[in-house]
Every structure is written in C-alpha cells, then in structure tokens.
C-alpha cells in the first residue's frame, strides 16, 4: 500500500490527452511537500520529468504539465504518442515518516 | 554531468547481508548539500524509498527497513553504500542509487538499477 495513490492505469488514443492523478494526505502533499514525477520505460530507471509540481528538466517536451490542489497532484500528457507509453510514479516528502514516498505507479497504454 | 552506477554481487543468500555500492563520476560526492540515495522497486511493483545519506552528516532510514539497514559514504572512494542484513526473498528487488538536492527535492540522476535476488 503505497502512501500516495495513483490509478494502476489509465489509456488514450494517440493526439488525446490524459491525466494521471497523485493523492496523498496532509503530512506530505497537503503539508505543502514538493510533487515530483517520473518517468518509466520497462527495464530502464526512472527519468525525472516533472519536478516541483509543475517545471519541467531541460528536454522534456512541453507536452508534459504537472498541477496541485489541496492534497492531490496531477500530470496531464497532451497530444499522446506511442513513445509515452510507460509507467509514471509521483514522488514527495512526508514529514511523518521524515523520507521519500512514492505512488503505486500508474501505467499509460497509448491505443 | 553527474553518473552513478550501482556494483555488488546479484545473489544473496537468505539471511546474509546485501551489500551494494554506488560509484559517482563526473563530480565530487563530498561537494553541494546532496542526499544520496538508495530506492528499490520490487519486481512488477512500484517505487520504494529505502533511505538517503547526507553528505554534511546524518542518515534517514525508511521505518520499515530501519533496523536492518546501514548507509553510509566514503568520500576518498566518490562512494557510497548500502547494507542491509538478514535478508530474505521479500528483499528481491532492483536496486536503484540516486541523488537529490535536498529532503523534498527530487531524483536525478539515477544510476540504472541492479537487480539482486536472495535465494539459497
């Protein structure tokens, strides 16, 4: 059981747009903890790309946007492309358990 | 540009302790205020912390693996390391080694995970 949830997956036709949402509880993203998102291909690590709810690291594309509201986080990925199908994981701080938590992961099948 | 990658042996028996180091290139691990970390993804799962070290001192271990684990740093290497003792099969897992800018800042980079299974 992952302290912040996320759907396990979400589909979308190519060119749509999707979001995948992040909630999590007043000890880490309602207290105000950066969200973080990243990005996994099968068999590959993690790739930051949404940092700070909603900045993006240098050559992501412009398609990806991160979003906060109260106690949730959202990724939004407009105009989708086989590419994007992989596994994203939100990420924060939570002050209870004074370290990292991370979402269940949420795959994204591009139909 | 910072690298990290993970080294240790891929089978552990049970009950023994898993060791694993990270190696930094490209830059000092003893400069900037960086939290170098160890995560582990179990396989077909998510994400779990397992704990950073601060490089000015002072460790955070995941609740749940705190009595079991050590990490700690060897500037003169560019290193640092994980060990986690009396291991069983619930410790199979890709270890992952990384780095943040702070307590609640994020990941990168990572180093690109290796996998260790204990079993006899």
């Known amino acids: 059981q992952s302290v912040l949830t996320q759907p396990p997956s979400v589909s979308g036709a190519p060119g749509q747009r999707i979001t995948i949402s992040c909630t999590g509880s007043?000890?880490?993203?309602?207290?105000?903890?950066?969200v973080h998102w990243y990005q996994q291909i099968p068999g590959t690590a993690p790739k930051l790309l949404i940092y700070?709810?909603?900045k993006r690291p240098s050559g992501v594309p412009d398609r990806f946007s991160g979003s906060k509201s109260g106690t949730s986080a959202s990724l939004a990925i407009s105009g989708l492309q086989a590419e994007d199908e992989a596994d994203y994981y939100c990420h924060s701080y939570d002050k209870s358990l004074s370290g990292s938590v991370f979402g269940g992961g949420t795959k994204l099948i591009v139909l | 540009q910072v690298q990290l990658q993970e080294s240790g042996p891929g089978l552990v028996k049970p009950s023994q302790t898993l060791s694993l180091t990270c190696i930094v290139s490209?830059?000092?691990?003893?400069?900037?205020?960086?939290?170098w970390s160890w995560i582990r993804q179990h396989p077909g799962k998510g994400l779990e912390w397992i704990g950073y070290?601060?490089?000015?001192?002072?460790?955070y271990y995941s609740p749940s693996l705190k009595s079991r684990l050590t990490i700690s740093i060897d500037m003169s290497k560019n290193q640092f390391s994980l060990k986690l003792s009396s291991v069983t099969a619930a410790d199979t897992a890709v270890y992952y080694c990384?780095?943040?800018?702070?307590?609640?800042?994020?990941?990168?980079?990572w180093g690109r995970g290796t996998l260790v299974t204990v079993s006899s």
């Open positions: 990384a780095r943040a800018g702070g307590y609640q800042l994020p990941y990168d980079p």
């Open positions: 007043s000890s880490n993203i309602g207290a105000g903890y950066d």
């Open positions: 700070g709810y909603s």
């Open positions: 070290i601060y490089n000015r001192g002072g460790t």
């Open positions: 490209g830059g000092s691990i003893s400069s900037g205020g960086y939290f």
